[in-house]
């Protein structure tokens, strides 16, 4: 909302798709609370924890709220229509996150791949990209799921 107001473009919650963008910045939440879970315990749980039967649990929870964007993404160009919105925002780092620990979406999920391809081309998005991130040879614990 603060870019929003502060800088008027782009213009992150469109008049003509203010209600789908509000709503599926509201549902957003749930891909990124259900990301958040599974990057906190990747992050906090011990090496014999992460078993592939835990793993593949936790894992399943966020395909199954992928697969709900993936709906989203088949359609328009953006989660909530034609237009970067704040629910974009939202949806794009916990994807890109995902990503970044080996979770390969091209097979099952084509369209939220092509968005998660055409959103890490934007300048903004290069611009912010995580420094760490630059390295060639992070862990990828989500790899083969």
């Not at 592939?52 to 929870?61: D, K």
């Not at 925002?89 to 968005?115: C, I, N, S």
């Not at 290069?126 to 040879?137: K, L, N, Q, T, V």
């Amino acid at each position: 909302a603060y870019i929003d107001q502060t800088w008027r473009t782009p213009v992150l919650v469109p008049p003509r798709y203010r209600g789908a963008a509000l709503t599926r910045l509201h549902e957003a939440t749930h891909l990124h609370n259900e990301g958040m879970a599974l990057f906190r315990w990747l992050s906090r749980s011990a090496p014999q924890e992460r078993t592939p039967e835990r793993l593949a649990s936790r894992v399943t929870v966020l395909w199954r709220e992928l697969r709900c964007w993936e709906a989203h993404v088949r359609a328009h160009d953006f989660v909530a229509g034609r237009w970067l919105s704040l629910a974009d925002l939202l949806v794009y780092p916990t994807l890109a996150t995902a990503q970044r620990l080996g979770l390969a979406l091209e097979r099952d999920l084509p369209a939220l791949a092509a968005y998660a391809t055409r959103l890490r081309s934007r300048s903004s998005v290069i611009r912010s990209w995580p420094e760490p991130w630059a390295d060639d040879a992070p862990e990828l614990p989500l790899a083969g799921l």
